[in-house]
C-alpha cells in the first residue's frame, strides 16, 4: 500500500485570521469531506506533506500552520521588546485559559490554571487536601484505567505514606462499571478525601457512563471529586460547571492539537472563594496579591478566585504553542467535531467488519476505536502498520484507532486493508 500524501494549497500570509474566515466559509451544519478539504485543509498543509495515513490523533494532534506563525511571534516579542513582551505574553497565557474555559464548560476562566503536564495538576489538588482520617493520611479512589501520569503519582504518594488508594478494577472485558467506583466510595465514606476518574479511558476509548452517580455518592460521603479529561476535553461536549466536579484536569497534545506541556488543571469556583478556599502548597510568586509589588508579609497573601493556585513565572512559549489548535477547535465546536468523529469511526467498523478484523467493544467510546493483535502484541502490530504507512499506536495488546477531521474517506478505506494485513 502506498501512503498518502495530500496535495492541499499553501495557506495564506494572513493565517492570524485564517480559521476563523475558513470555518465561516464552511458555513453551518454537518462537515463533510469535500467541504473540510476546500476550506480546512488548507490551513494544515505542513503536516499534510507528511507521506503517511496518521491515525495517531489520540496521541500527538496534528498543528495548523498557524502553530509556527503564532511561536515566531513569541520569539520576535521576546527580541524585540524583551521584558515589554510580557504585555503580549500574560494575554496570550489569558487567551489560552478563556479558551479552556469554554472548551470544558466553566463561566470562571480565571479558575483554569496552565500547568505543564496534567498530573502537575492532581499533584497540586493532593497537596491542597487536609485529609479527614486523624491518622493525617488522603484516601483516594481512582480506577485501574488511569493514565499512567496519575497513576504513578497516586502510587507514588501511596510510598511515601501520604495516601492511601483503593482501586476499582475492570470487568472481566476490562470495561469499567460507575457502580464500582460507587461501591468503593462508599466504603470508604467519611474517610474519602478524593476519587479520580476518566469520563474517556485512555486505552480502550470507553466513555465512563453513570458520571453523575459517582460525584454525587462522593460529594455525599463529604469528599471531592477530579475528572481526567485528557480524552474527554475536545471530543465531548462538556459541562464542567453543571457535572458537579470539583477539579478537572487535561492538557492539549492530543485533541486540540497544542503540542506537549500546554496542561491545565480546572477548579470549581466555591473552591477559590470564601473561608473555606483551597489553596496548595504547590505555589509560587504568580500566586501572590499584587505579585509585581515585591511586598513579602510574613503571613502569605494570595491573588484572588483561581489566580490563587498560580505557581512561579509561567512558560508563556506554551499558550503561543497551543493557541491555533485551540481556536480551531473552539471556532468548528466540539459537538461538530463529536458528530463527524462518529460518523469516521463508524464508517471505520464498518470497513474492518468487512474485512473480518474485529474491533473491541466497550460500548459508548471517545474519538478512537481499538483492535486486538492476534498474538497480544500490540506494539508489534503497531510496528507493521507503520511499514505499511499507517501511523498509530498500541496500547493493552490493542492498537488505537483514531481519524480526525483530515482524513479522508480513501485514507479509512486504505488503513482498513492495512489493519488486516497487518494483523
Known amino acids: 500500500m502506498t501512503p498518502t500524501t495530500h496535495a492541499v494549497a499553501t495557506a495564506p500570509p494572513s493565517a492570524a485570521d485564517a480559521i476563523a474566515a475558513a470555518v465561516a466559509a464552511m458555513g453551518p451544519g454537518p462537515l463533510e469531506e469535500s467541504s473540510l478539504r476546500r476550506h480546512v485543509f488548507p490551513l494544515f498543509s505542513r503536516v499534510l506533506r507528511r507521506s503517511e495515513i496518521y491515525l ?4 500527538l494532534g496534528r498543528p495548523p500552520d498557524r502553530m509556527a506563525e503564532d511561536l515566531r511571534r513569541f520569539a520576535d516579542l521576546w527580541y524585540a521588546d524583551m521584558d515589554a513582551a510580557w504585555a503580549d505574553w500574560q494575554a496570550t497565557i489569558d487567551h ?5 474555559a469554554r472548551l470544558i464548560g466553566t463561566a470562571r476562566w480565571d479558575c483554569v490554571l496552565p500547568k505543564t503536564a496534567a498530573g502537575q495538576g ?13 491518622g493525617g493520611v488522603l484516601h483516594v479512589v481512582a480506577t485501574r484505567g488511569e493514565f499512567d501520569a ?16 483503593a482501586w476499582v478494577e475492570p470487568d472481566g472485558r476490562g470495561v469499567f462499571h460507575p457502580e464500582a467506583v460507587e461501591k468503593h466510595v462508599h466504603a470508604l465514606g467519611p474517610r474519602l478525601d478524593l476519587a479520580v476518574v476518566s469520563p474517556v479511558f485512555y486505552a480502550t476509548g470507553q466513555m465512563l457512563q453513570g458520571l453523575n452517580r459517582i460525584i454525587s455518592a462522593a460529594h455525599r460521603e463529604g469528599g471531592l471529586v477530579m475528572l481526567d479529561m485528557y480524552h474527554s476535553a475536545g471530543v465531548l461536549p462538556t459541562e464542567f460547571d453543571r457535572s458537579g466536579a470539583d477539579f478537572a484536569i487535561g492538557g492539549s497534545y492530543k485533541y486540540t492539537r497544542g503540542g506537549p506541556g500546554a496542561g491545565w488543571l480546572a477548579l470549581a469556583p466555591r473552591h477559590v472563594e470564601g473561608p473555606g478556599a483551597l489553596t496548595t502548597l504547590d505555589t509560587g510568586w504568580f500566586a501572590k496579591k499584587g505579585h509585581f509589588d515585591f511586598a513579602r508579609p510574613d503571613e502569605p497573601e494570595f491573588a484572588e478566585g483561581g489566580n490563587a493556585w498560580l505557581e512561579g513565572t509561567p512558560p508563556a512559549v506554551l499558550a503561543y504553542q497551543a493557541k491555533a489548535g485551540l481556536d480551531f477547535t473552539l ?11 462518529l460518523t469516521q469511526l463508524g464508517r471505520l467498523r464498518a470497513l474492518l467488519a468487512e474485512r473480518g478484523v474485529p474491533v473491541r467493544d466497550v460500548g459508548e467510546h471517545g474519538a478512537f476505536v481499538t483492535v486486538p493483535a492476534r498474538d497480544n502484541d500490540g506494539a508489534a502490530f503497531a510496528g507493521r502498520l507503520k511499514a505499511l504507512g499507517v501511523n498509530t499506536d498500541a496500547r493493552l495488546g490493542h492498537v488505537r484507532l483514531c481519524p480526525d477531521v ?4 480513501a485514507e479509512l478505506r486504505a488503513a482498513a486493508d492495512a489493519v488486516a494485513k497487518a494483523r
Do not use: C, M, Q, W
Open 56 to 59: 495517531a490523533n489520540h496521541s
Open 96 to 100: 489560552f485559559r478563556a479558551g479552556i
Open 122 to 134: 492532581l499533584r497540586a489538588v493532593l497537596n491542597a487536601l487536609t485529609p479527614r482520617d486523624p
Open 150 to 165: 496519575v497513576d504513578f503519582i497516586l502510587k507514588t504518594y501511596t510510598r511515601k505514606g501520604r495516601a492511601r488508594v
Open 331 to 341: 471556532a468548528i465546536g466540539v459537538g461538530r467535531l463529536r458528530n463527524y468523529s
Open 406 to 409: 483530515l482524513t479522508t474517506e
